[in-house]
């Protein structure tokens, strides 16, 4: 697949369908403010890079990602739910059959299963709209409950550093993940 065409079938996805209660959209710099918001969330930044607080160097970082996902090179989305943006998720780093994803940020405000459904929705996208073989990823080892989940998932570690806990996710594993995540597909793909 040309790295180009990428984008065009993500727009195809129904992960972002905007007709659908939960969904996800490509972030525009207008998102910057609303980034920068959960980013220097004390309750949600504990386990992620740091940024600039900055709303300027936010949108300045988003105009120079925009290129970027042009060239199919990565993709950074806004979740959302009944016309409410509530986290962010990007997908990255795609290397040959596999692709990487994180920068995963939810606020505490959240309907219930939104969590397991967003990443559902990446799961969607990489595997049955990219064609990927598998995802792999990385928890920093303080976030347990990050790490459970997607130990819960199917994912499998790899390699620990001081720092983080490495996974791969193989497609083999998504139609398990998707058929015990039923209940969350069913409450969040309904037609909003």
Not at 36 to 53: T, V
Request: charged share 25%.
């Amino acid at each position: 697949m040309s790295q180009t065409s990428r984008r065009d079938k993500l727009l195809k996805s129904t992960s972002m369908d905007d007709a659908l209660l939960t969904h996800v959209r490509f972030v525009v710099p207008d998102d910057a403010a609303f980034i920068c918001a959960l980013r220097a969330d004390p309750n949600l930044n504990q386990h992620i890079s740091k940024s600039s607080a900055a709303v300027e160097h936010q949108r300045t970082w988003i105009e120079n990602y925009k290129k970027r996902e042009e060239e199919g090179e990565e993709f950074y989305f806004v979740i959302r739910h009944q016309a409410q943006d509530l986290g962010v998720v990007r997908m990255y780093d795609f290397r040959g059959n596999s692709f990487c994803w994180g920068s995963w940020i939810i606020q505490p405000s959240k309907p219930s299963g939104l969590v397991t459904y967003s990443a559902i929705m990446i799961y969607k996208m990489g595997f049955d709209t990219l064609g990927f073989e598998q995802s792999h990823f990385d928890v920093r080892i303080e976030n347990e409950k990050v790490i459970n989940f997607h130990i819960r998932s199917g994912a499998e570690p790899t390699t620990r550093d001081d720092i983080d806990q490495h996974f791969v996710f193989p497609n083999s594993k998504w139609p398990a993940f998707r058929s015990a995540s039923d209940s969350q597909i069913k409450m969040h793909q309904v037609a909003g």
